[in-house]
């Protein structure tokens, strides 16, 4: 499905899929090599470590029981049946040995041979402390070529000579001498040492089998694994295609995992506010387009009056000349202002200066604005305080934000600042009694180009950028800000600044 593929930058990628297949696979032969090592190659050397205990178990048990004929015949015939040994037990009189007990449990073993030469395994044992052990190939055993390879092989009691890794099948012979009352006993074992050719050739076969379906299940699996994960990928990779073309209403589903409905989630997010910034971008070329276009209307008509009828170059059609162009002028600066804060060309330059002040200067502009019009801005504050910020900046979103209230506030035209210390920040809060704003719009004034008012009171109202410049200076300072608003009860607009000294104080 998504094999190996050149990415767009021409880097070569390689599928989930195809990673899923490595990485199983791979799983599936660092089992089959586990289940081959113990399995066949250590079979050898786990099964002779086996027999050996086993053989030394029966000579613990047999020589527990040599006074005791009756139970002597019985746990021989038990070790015998039991292990799959052959156990001699002869008893020393003088020169002269006497089988007392015998048991059988190998089918082939060359009997004859090995009780001919019981003289001298007990005349080894002798020597070697009472106990013997040999180990020998198997077909030279049973062949009875040669007993001097059993010297060969002699070892020590504590140090058996394992052969491990051996392929051939080997045997062993277990000889103990016991004391026992008056008597000696010579105790002889004899068993096959190697796992059966059969057995081994099961276990090959079974190996071989496990390794070839386990990869089966691992190519269905990493199939299955693959399709699982790279599904909704390949569902949200669409998605995000028809989002780039535009189509804002596309959904981006999760699948049921945690980190793809995280995913989901935020692709959706990111597409709801895509649609948002390109219906406000859309409403403000109309806004914008409006908005330039009534002042440059006004200001061709204007100058035509002036200059085409005598006596109408009066102050007052200057004045609406001049209050057009301003007006441009501001319209075309608060553009430029919130796509630099947004670029970050605009940096604050941090300086110290009064804040109080800087409220006092701005509400000087005021002064006509109240006179003529008969508004009424009050300013309330304790004491003077200082900050460090950016003074041109901060001036700006004290000068938008008394803007907004001017504009927006109630009949009675009045507009509160005031100035308050919040622990160690100073709270500059600015209210008026106008109508409010509802709570579902609360959250979305702040953007760009939003209006509330969607019929457009040119008189009153500005360019739908003013509170998205303050966001964005007070963002840059890190300041603390926001609104108490309510339907028919005014809003107050606040914000906070660390005080950098408090002067009266
Ligand atoms: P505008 O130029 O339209 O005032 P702003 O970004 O300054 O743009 O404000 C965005 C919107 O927030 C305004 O259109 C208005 O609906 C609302 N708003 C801002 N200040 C106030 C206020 N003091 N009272 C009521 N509504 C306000």
Redesign the pocket.
């Known amino acids: 499905m998504n094999g190996t593929q050149f990415g767009r930058k021409g880097r070569r990628q390689i599928g989930i899929q195809w990673k899923m297949y490595a990485i199983l696979i791979l799983f599936v032969a660092m089992v089959v090599g586990v289940l081959w090592f113990f399995q066949v190659r250590m079979l050898h050397y786990f099964y002779q470590s086996r027999k050996l205990n086993e053989l030394e178990i029966c000579a613990v048990t047999v020589s527990a029981n040599l006074e005791n004929s009756r139970d002597l015949l019985q746990k021989t015939e038990q070790c015998a049946s039991d292990y799959y040994t052959d156990i001699w037990v002869y008893r020393i009189d003088g020169n002269q040995a006497n089988p007392i007990a015998h048991a059988r449990g190998l089918m082939d073993t060359d009997i004859p041979y090995l009780e001919s030469k019981m003289e001298r395994l007990y005349n080894l044992a002798m020597q070697n402390e009472g106990f013997y052990i040999a180990m020998v190939p198997l077909n030279e055993f049973y062949n009875s070529m040669s007993f001097e390879i059993l010297d060969d092989n002699m070892g020590e009691p504590e140090s058996y000579p394992m052969i491990a890794g051996y392929t051939e099948r080997l045997s062993a012979v277990y000889v103990g001498i016991y004391h026992q009352g008056a008597y000696r006993y010579l105790v002889v074992q004899s068993t096959e040492l190697s796992p059966m050719s059969a057995m081994m050739n099961t276990l090959q076969d079974q190996t071989l089998w496990s390794g070839l379906i386990l990869s089966l299940f691992a190519l269905l699996m990493a199939y299955m694994m693959s399709r699982l994960i790279t599904n909704p990928f390949i569902k949200m990779n669409d998605a995000a295609k028809q989002l780039a073309e535009g189509k804002y209403e596309v959904n981006f589903s999760g699948s049921g995992y945690r980190e793809i409905n995280e995913l989901a989630d935020t692709l959706n997010y990111a597409s709801k506010e895509l649609a948002k910034t390109d219906r406000l971008q859309k409403e403000l070329i109309s806004n914008i387009s409006h908005d330039l276009r009534t002042p440059l209307t006004m200001i061709k008509g204007y100058s035509e009056v002036i200059r085409d009828i005598p006596g109408e170059n009066t102050p007052e059609n200057i004045q609406i000349i001049i209050d057009e162009t301003s007006r441009l002028s501001e319209l075309v600066n608060d553009m430029l202002d919130i796509s630099r804060i947004q670029a970050g060309t605009r940096t604050p330059e941090f300086q110290v200066f009064s804040l109080t002040d800087t409220v006092r200067d701005t509400l000087h502009r005021y002064e006509r604005l109240c006179m003529q019009d008969g508004y009424r801005i009050e300013f309330s504050c304790d004491c003077d305080v200082e900050v460090m910020a950016d003074r041109g900046m901060i001036l700006q979103v004290i000068y938008?934000l008394i803007n907004?209230?001017v504009?927006?506030?109630g009949e009675d035209k009045y507009v509160l600042v005031k100035q308050s210390i919040e622990g160690d920040n100073v709270r500059i809060s600015i209210s008026?009694t106008?109508?409010?704003?509802s709570e579902e719009?609360i959250p979305m004034?702040w953007d760009r180009y939003?209006?509330?008012?969607k019929m457009h009171k040119r008189a009153t109202?500005?360019?739908?950028?003013?509170?998205?410049i303050?966001k964005g200076i007070l963002e840059l300072h890190q300041a603390s800000y926001g609104v108490h608003?309510k339907i028919g009860e005014?809003?107050v607009?606040w914000f906070e600044l660390k005080a950098f000294r408090d002067m009266n104080y």
């Not at 106008?434 to 704003?437: A, L």
Request: zero cysteines; glycine letters at 20%.
């Open positions: 938008n907004n209230a504009n927006y506030t008026d106008g109508e409010g704003i719009q004034i939003y209006r509330a008012d109202v500005g360019t739908g950028l003013g509170l998205s303050v608003s005014g809003s607009f």
